[in-house]
């Protein structure tokens, strides 16, 4: 990994990105810290339109790596997720979290299958990237096989690839070295979030490097699954959110980047 392949997903700063002027203002953060790409998600939709978006990255010097956009439109309505992929000039993009699917359900993991497959080949067909970001809903097992283990086995590699996230594949009790060799080939984007024991003894999202994940072990399986973008995450911060994307970022930049 080099210091150019981490981004920031804009998720982790949701709460200062109200208005036009959080926006712009949060952004400049952003690269005052140090992160030279974003994924855009967490965002009012509207706020900006993709041509602005990109106009203010370029001035910013940012790259729009990936981005989330809303299930339902992944699912439904593909065609304009890559109009506006189009618009951003970005290539990748991830089907964010499992709404409105029961996972006790048969038919209901079938039909999600099924339209992530049709949805990936359309974002293929316009030369983009359909990934599928996990939480700890897809370790549930259903007729005795992981629903995660059939999201991949079940859909064409071409169509659907993976975004995981280290924290959710260690919440549900995997391993995310392993789910990084699992998916070689078929991981261009993976969330670095770290996973930590807090003094009440609950589980909590930490900083990269202040939690117990083994992250040498983690960007190394990924590199050589052919990771292109490890993009920082943290749901919830216990201090200021800023301040903790920047220790994330010096965790990286001082024990990961080669």
């Known amino acids: 990994m080099n210091a150019n392949q981490v981004a ?5 700063l949701r709460d200062y990105m109200k208005t036009r002027e959080d926006v712009a203002f949060t952004l400049k953060r952003v690269v005052s810290i140090g992160y030279p790409a974003i994924q855009i998600s967490g965002m009012p939709e509207g706020l900006y339109t993709e041509a ?3 106009e203010l990255c370029r001035e910013l010097g940012l790259v729009i790596c990936a981005t989330h956009e809303p299930s339902d439109r992944v699912l439904a309505h593909p065609e304009q997720v890559v109009e506006r992929l189009r618009g951003l000039d970005c290539a990748y993009t991830a089907y964010p ?6 996972f006790g359900s048969e038919q209901s993991v079938a039909n999600l299958i099924k339209g992530l497959h049709a949805s990936g080949k359309t974002l293929a067909d316009a030369g983009q990237v359909l990934t599928y970001h996990n939480h700890h809903h897809e370790f549930r097992k259903l007729n005795g096989r992981l629903i995660l283990e059939r999201l991949y086995d079940e859909t064409d590699p071409r169509y659907v690839q993976g975004e995981l996230d280290t924290y959710w594949v260690q919440f549900g009790g995997g391993d995310p070295v392993d789910w990084c060799r699992r998916l070689k080939n078929r991981l261009p984007l993976l969330h670095l979030k770290d996973y930590k024991i807090n ?3 609950k589980v909590t999202y930490a900083p990269i490097g202040e939690g117990n994940l083994h992250w040498p072990a983690i960007i190394e399986a990924a590199e050589e699954a052919g990771c292109l973008w490890y993009i920082v995450e943290q749901d919830t911060c216990e201090g200021d959110v800023f301040d903790s994307v920047a220790r994330s970022l010096d965790f990286i930049n001082q024990h990961l980047v080669s």
């Open 97 to 102: 979290f499992p709404r409105d699917i029961d």
């Open 8 to 12: 920031l997903q804009l998720y982790t």
């Open 199 to 201: 003094d009440d003894a």
């Open 52 to 54: 602005e978006m990109v």
